[in-house]
């Protein structure tokens, strides 16, 4: 595909159930990016790849969050023990490379409800 | 406080008027993004500069990296205008982490 895809689009669990989330980044890029955003806030970092080793995960919230990446493309993320606080909106983002200069695309987003 | 701070919050305009989104940053940057998110929809990026102004249409986006202050104007603005516009910065350590600001929600009415 031409842009970066996410499934579910929309994902509605019970308190305290497992769920992954899917990332498939846009072919050939080696940097993604994990962003969560809730209700009438700006993105908020998670975690970023470069290639298959998780650079930076130092946004995860807790334990319960965590995300893989094992062939350098298609990434998960998974949340263990849902609670409703993680109620919101998953995004993935994708790069060419791991810079400060990279132009970012965002997949269309996972929105998560646990009630 | 954010490390990245944009105003308005919310602002509404009526159809054809200029338009100005803020941003103000604390940490030292290698880039700057401005991204427009419609409802219910993903994210876009528009602009990512590190000095000057870039230009896209009707689109216009300025840095001041000592002044550490962004600007976004939109002329002549539409009502397809309307949409959350998003300030993001790229911090110096240059790892590609973008820090965000909350977003401005924009409003334009025909």
């Known amino acids: 595909g031409a842009g970066v895809s996410q499934t579910p689009s929309n994902k509605v669990t019970e308190k305290g159930k497992y769920v992954e989330l899917r990332c498939d980044p846009i072919?050939?890029?080696?940097?993604l990016y994990w962003y969560r955003q809730s209700l009438g806030q700006g993105p908020e970092f998670l975690i970023y790849?470069?290639?298959?080793?998780?650079?930076?995960d130092s946004g995860l919230p807790n334990d319960r969050f965590f995300a893989v990446r094992p062939e350098g493309s298609v990434s998960t993320l998974k949340i263990q023990r849902t609670e409703r606080g993680d109620s919101a909106v998953y995004l993935c983002?994708?790069?060419?490379?791991?810079?400060?200069?990279?132009?970012?695309?965002f997949g269309p987003g996972t929105r998560l409800l646990v009630l | 406080k954010n490390e990245v701070e944009q105003s308005p919050q919310n602002l509404t305009a009526q159809e054809g008027e200029f338009i100005t989104i803020n941003c103000s940053y604390s940490?030292?940057?290698?880039?700057l993004h401005w991204l427009q998110q419609h409802p219910g929809g993903g994210i876009v990026s528009l602009f990512m500069?590190?000095?000057g102004k870039k230009k896209h249409g009707r689109l216009i986006a300025t840095i001041n990296i000592q002044e550490k202050h962004s600007s976004l104007h939109i002329t002549a603005s539409h009502p397809r205008d309307s949409a959350v516009y998003i300030c993001?910065?790229?911090?110096?350590?240059?790892?590609?982490?973008?820090?965000f600001g909350q977003g401005t929600t924009l409003q334009v009415k025909p």
């Open positions: 940490v030292g940057i290698s880039a």
């Open positions: 983002a994708s790069s060419l490379g791991l810079a400060g200069y990279e132009t970012q695309y």
């Open positions: 500069l590190s000095s």
């Open positions: 993001a910065v790229f911090g110096s350590s240059n790892t590609g982490k973008l820090i």
């Open positions: 790849f470069q290639g298959t080793g998780a650079a930076d």
């Open positions: 072919s050939g890029h080696t940097a």
